[in-house]
């Protein structure tokens, strides 16, 4: 064990480990990027954070900086959970649910409890967490609100900022801090604190009366975002005050979640699916545009493409059998309703009536079966994902959204920009959120093809900010994206960034690189040479 592991393990309660196997295993997150870290901790509790935390701002004093990266499962794409210092994961321990309010459905938890995991225990008592992940089985709800994340269900519901109510967090000095919305007068209260938290409340304050005509030019025009800080959301006209959406979506940058209270939906499984097919790019636009105006919004509006369904065709003609045929449609809709049982006719109605003059041809469900059987056709996603043809993978470099009014061209640019760098196309995604996924086959460890992904980052993101998206839609901006932030801002907004995290974290202990810090040279240098989803194949296939 190093001599920094060993002193850290004298003062924590939770494993410390600096050999070189929890190093490697931890070097890695879902991303294409990789960076060792010098050790890795399994806090127990809060203290055990506080005590990290101390540590690499004491050590930063004199100096020395070893910063601290927290880590839920691992699973984000952006690699914002990997970090060369202190990695301090979450799951093995701090993994609890605290409370739960079944009344209110509001429910406290640790940030290391599986998502999927809360998921259950809240369909027992008829709630659920609306913006779940893909990856609910294999992610945290530490690392869903760090990330600030969306799903299927954001359409209608929010990203996971709309359910956070509080948080506890271990600021980088190891204070605790309890977020949640303030009065004025308790507000009065933490300014005159003589205490570090005092210190960010007086600074963001200020930054918030200085900027706020900045400010205002934040949000962008899309209706998923994970990019940045949110800033908008602090104060309010009425002069109450809360951190907690500031914190939401930092990535571990301004602190560390101890516990999160969220709120939660009831949760009507009965649904109904429509599945139709489109053969023109304009008529999917406008039924998407038409059907995000109905009188109450679906509850998912996913999407995939004909290129997706032809290749995993090719790999298995039995998957999709007896659901959907070639020649696949150029686009498929997946459209569902979670509304009560007496709106539900008309709505349905309504939405019969756009998809007649706009779509090829649709089916309209609400046998629990059926359903099932046309989410496969979404589904199959998960198939080209986890196929790798000899040393190609398909790699995440993408996670953008644009304003939902430009879908179509942001598809075009999709294909063009595939097409350009001769690789095969398959789309699929958040469609009513005009949220898009497309992940390149490229072998990694070649260069042309580490060349060819920096290429497509670049154009791809060139593309989302022409079209006014943002190139962090679902989950975060990680190190990934960090190079293109001040581009997609533009340097005032971009500085106005820096000074929250400057104002949080002065010593840069707590995840840097990470959003701020990272030149595209940077991460050029921690590529992977072996993408793989080693942490995923547990739980696919699915069903
Ligand atoms: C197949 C697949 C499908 C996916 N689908 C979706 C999707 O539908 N929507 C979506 O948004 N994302 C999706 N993702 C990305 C990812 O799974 C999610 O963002 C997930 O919520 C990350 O959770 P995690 O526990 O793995 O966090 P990690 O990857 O471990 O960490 C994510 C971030 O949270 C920070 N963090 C973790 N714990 C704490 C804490 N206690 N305090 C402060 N910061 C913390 C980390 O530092 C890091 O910055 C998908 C990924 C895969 C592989």
Known sequence: MSKVAHYLQEHLVGEVMSGTDAR????TDGSILQTAPALVAYPKNENDVRKAARFSWQLAERGRVIPVTPRGSGSNHSGAAIGSGIILVFPAHMNRILELDTKTGTVTVEPGINYGKLQQALHTHGRFLP?????????TIGGAVSNNISGEKSIKYGSTRDYVKSLRIVLANGEVVETGRLSKRELSKKLGLATFEGEIYRSIDTLLEEQHELIEQLPRNVTMDSAGYCLTDIKRKDGSFDLTPLIVGSQGT???ITEATLGTEPYNSQTTLIMASFDSL???QQAVLELRGLPEMPSAMEMVDGNLLQQVHELNPNQLKDIIAPPFPLVTLLVEFDSAERRIKKLIKKTQKILDKTAKDYQVTDEPEQEL???KVRQATSSLLAHNAGLLHAVPLFDSAVPVDRLREYLEGLYSLMEANN?????????GDANLHVQPQLNLGQVGDRQKAFRLMGEHNKLVINLNGTISAESGDGRLRTPYLEFMYGSELYALLQKVKQIFDPYGTLNPGVKFGSSLDDIKAIV???YNLEHIYTHLPQS
């Open 282 to 284: 304009e008529h999917f």
């Open 373 to 375: 059987l046309f989410w």
């Open 131 to 139: 913006p779940y992940p893909a990856s609910l089985e294999y992610s």
């Open 254 to 256: 301004l602190g560390i």
């Open 423 to 431: 690789l095969k196309p398959a789309v699929w995604g958040h469609a």
């Open 528 to 530: 992977r040479t072996d």
């Open 24 to 27: 490697l295993y931890f070097a």
